[in-house]
């Protein structure tokens, strides 16, 4: 799944630690996830758009 989540990250100057702080993953999982190697769950996937307050749709895109 594509993901637009590496720009919304840029755009806040965070870094994928910052961001993974903030949603209580791993900087891992972050990369995993900007890389499009790792889908997140569907909590995860509304915190995500919680933090970056958007809709799941306008972040994670069908390929």
Do not use: C, H
Not at 28 to 46: C, H, M, R, W
């Amino acid at each position: 799944m594509k993901n637009r989540l590496k720009v919304l990250r840029a755009e806040r100057d965070w870094n994928q630690q910052d961001l993974a702080d903030a949603l209580g993953v791993s900087r891992q999982s972050v990369n995993a996830i900007e890389t499009g190697k790792y889908d997140p769950s569907l909590p995860l996937a509304f915190r995500i758009a919680d933090l970056f307050s958007l809709q799941i749709e306008e972040i994670f895109l069908r390929d």
